[in-house]
C-alpha cells in the first residue's frame, strides 16, 4: 500500500466468562479467536488532530459454535470515523453490521452503532 | 495520560454501543505495567533525526502549514561565515531565494523556531533541549560537514553536528538556542561545532543554514 492507505490486520485471542444468578445461574467460560483487516483512510490532518475512516472485516472463531448461539461464527463489517488528536486521545464513531448464526443456521443480522473514546 | 501501551494500542478505552433497545457501556483498561514497559523502551531508543526537505514537503502538504519565512516573503542567505543578506522569496521551497534544493535528502532550512514546533506538534516528535542535542549526537560517527569541507549534505550521509544549525528548545528570554555549527564552522571561525559556543535567535528567524532536528 502507499502512504497514503495504512492496511490493518489484528489477530485476538479473547477468554470469555460469563455470569448470571437466578433460578438458571450460570457460569461459563471459553476463548474465541477474532481476526481483523481492513484500512485506515486518511481524509483530513492538520496541525492539532487527524481524521480517517476504517472500513473493516471482522471474523469470530469458536470451538463449540453451537454452544453460545449469538456469538458462533460472527462477522462483522465495520466502518468507523476517528479523529486522532496529537496528544494521542481518540474519538471514533460508526456502526457494525452484525450477520451471526444461530442454531437453525439461519443468518441473522444486527446493526449497531457505536461511540467510543480511546486514551 | 496513558498513550498507547507496548502493543501499540491505546490503554484506556470507553464504547457506548447502542442497539434498538438497549445500550452497552464498555470500558476496559489495558494494564498500567504494560504502559510502563512500553515507556521505558521507547526511552532507551530516543534518536535525534534530522528534519528533511521531504519530510517537511510532506507536513505542509498535510497541513496547509505557512513558515514564517513565506508570511514575511523574504528572509536570511548567509553567504559565508561573516555576510548575511536579506533575499526576498528566499524560504523552505526556495532556501536562496532562486532556486529549489538539489536533493529532497536535504536537511529542511529556512525554517524558524516557530516552524519547527509546529512540525513537531503535527509529527508527535519533540525538540531537543541544547544539553540532549548533544547527548544524543555523541555516537554519529559520520563525517562532520563542517570548515567549508562540502556543500550541504544529505541529512542521511552526513553527521548531525556540522553541515547546518540545529534549532532547540532551549530559550533565553525570547530567543533560542542554536546547535551543532553549520558548514562554515571551524575552530578558526565560529566554534559552531563546539558545545561552549553560544549562539542565539529569535523565534522567526530563518536562514538558509539553519534546520532542525527532532526527537523520535
Not at chain 1, 489484528?10 to 461459563?28: D, P, S
Not at chain 2, 504494560?34 to 526511552?43: M, V
Request: with cysteine; aromatic share 14%.
Amino acid at each position: 500500500m502507499d502512504e497514503t492507505f495504512v492496511l490493518r490486520q489484528r489477530l485476538k485471542y479473547e477468554w470469555r466468562f460469563f455470569f448470571t444468578e437466578g433460578a438458571n445461574a450460570t457460569r461459563v467460560n471459553y476463548g474465541r479467536l477474532r481476526y481483523q483487516i481492513g484500512l485506515d483512510i486518511p481524509i483530513k490532518e492538520d496541525t492539532e488532530s487527524s481524521w480517517k475512516i476504517r472500513p473493516s472485516f471482522e471474523w469470530f472463531f469458536i470451538r463449540n459454535p453451537a454452544e453460545f448461539e449469538r456469538f458462533s461464527n460472527e462477522r462483522d463489517f465495520r466502518l468507523l470515523a476517528i479523529k486522532e488528536n496529537k496528544n494521542d486521545h481518540e474519538l471514533s464513531f460508526g456502526f457494525i453490521r452484525e450477520v451471526y448464526y444461530g442454531l437453525n443456521s439461519e443468518p441473522q443480522f444486527g446493526y449497531l452503532f457505536l461511540v467510543a473514546y480511546s486514551f | 495520560m496513558s498513550k498507547k501501551n507496548y502493543l501499540g494500542l491505546k490503554s484506556c478505552k470507553i464504547i457506548i454501543y447502542m442497539r434498538n433497545n438497549y445500550i452497552i457501556l464498555l470500558l476496559s483498561i489495558i494494564p498500567i505495567a504494560a504502559i510502563s514497559c512500553r515507556r521505558e523502551s521507547k526511552n532507551a531508543q530516543k534518536k535525534l533525526e534530522v528534519v528533511t526537505y521531504k519530510e517537511f514537503k510532506r507536513f505542509v502538504q498535510k497541513t496547509g502549514y505557512v513558515t514564517d519565512a513565506e508570511k514575511f516573503g523574504w528572509s536570511i542567505v548567509q553567504q559565508d561565515v561573516f555576510n548575511f543578506i536579506k533575499v526576498d522569496s528566499a524560504h523552505w521551497r526556495m532556501p536562496d531565494g532562486l532556486h529549489a534544493p538539489l536533493s529532497e535528502n536535504l536537511p529542511v532550512t529556512q525554517v524558524s523556531y516557530n516552524d519547527a514546533m509546529a512540525y513537531c506538534a503535527w509529527s508527535g516528535t519533540e525538540l531537543p533541549s541544547y544539553d540532549q542535542y548533544w547527548e544524543l549526537i555523541k555516537d554519529d560517527e559520520r563525517v562532520v560537514i563542517a570548515n567549508h569541507l562540502a556543500p550541504i549534505s544529505a541529512a542521511d550521509e552526513a553527521n548531525i553536528l556540522g553541515n547546518v544549525w540545529e534549532i532547540t528548545r532551549t530559550l533565553r528570554g525570547n530567543e533560542i538556542r542554536l546547535a551543532g555549527g553549520s558548514l562554515f564552522c571551524s575552530s578558526t571561525t565560529c566554534h559552531g561545532t563546539s558545545k561552549e559556543r553560544e549562539v542565539y535567535v529569535d523565534k522567526q528567524t530563518g536562514n538558509m543554514h539553519i534546520g532542525f532536528a527532532v526527537i523520535r
